[in-house]
């Protein structure tokens, strides 16, 4: 079946103490996505790649890593989370950055920085 | 700055009533505009774009850029209609910029 997958679904962890969530997409997508939601804030990207080794910052990348070494897998390094990055977070991935591809997302993950 | 502006949290609607779902955009250039949708407890995903011109469950939207607006329009709302809907926009980065976020409701 085709589609995007993230692990953990759900993450409480503290300040300061590294975390990785993993992004995977079996379709051979060249464009990958992080973005994270906020009540009121809708979504907001963090982090894009157009292909293997690509990756730009979206509009909130503080805080953030991410890497792109296979074209399948995009995953989000909180090298030392604080509590303000308490939230939901979805990757998304497409055939290639256009208009004309249509974004998959992924099931979400909620991670609590306490 | 480049930004999507969706000015209702929350729409409730009548079921059969008309239902317009509001966007506006700030981009200097020409956009690529799309119409993403929430059902609950369901994945993110896309209900339409406009390079396409094309009608999904009955929706449809028009990019009118002396409005700079790509409002969302069904002529009769049904009850599954209900979610959160969002208006994106990809930039000539590739960057992709979100609105809130507009939850509709559809009255019985």
């Known amino acids: 079946e085709a589609q995007v997958t993230q692990n953990p679904r759900y993450l409480i962890t503290v300040t300061g103490k590294k975390l990785t969530v993993t992004c995977s997409q079996n379709m051979n997508h060249e464009y990958m996505s992080w973005y994270r939601q906020d009540p009121g804030l809708g979504l907001r990207q963090i982090y894009y790649?157009?292909?293997?080794?690509?990756?730009d910052k979206g509009d909130v990348p503080e805080g953030y890593k991410v890497s792109r070494k296979e074209k399948r897998n995009f995953p989000l390094i909180l090298e030392s989370p604080s509590p303000n990055q308490t939230s939901l977070y979805f990757c998304a991935s497409s055939l290639a950055a256009s208009a004309h591809n249509e974004q998959f997302f992924g099931p979400g993950t909620r991670l609590t920085v306490l | 700055a480049q930004r999507v502006t969706q000015p209702e949290k929350l729409l409730s609607v009548f079921k059969g009533a008309p239902v317009e779902l509001k966007c506006n955009y700030s981009y200097s250039g020409s956009p690529e505009l799309f119409w993403y949708v929430q059902y609950s407890r369901q994945r993110l995903q896309l209900l339409l774009r406009?390079?396409s011109r094309e009608s999904i469950k009955g929706f449809t939207a028009d990019l009118n850029k002396g409005e700079t607006s790509f409002h969302l329009k069904k002529p009769f709302a049904q009850e599954e209609d209900s979610a959160m809907y969002y208006c994106?926009?990809?930039?000539?980065?590739?960057?992709?910029?979100f609105g809130k976020g507009t939850r509709l409701h559809i009255l019985p």
């Open positions: 790649s157009m292909n293997v080794e690509v990756t």
């Open positions: 994106a926009l990809m930039n000539r980065d590739d960057k992709i910029i």
């Open positions: 406009h390079i």
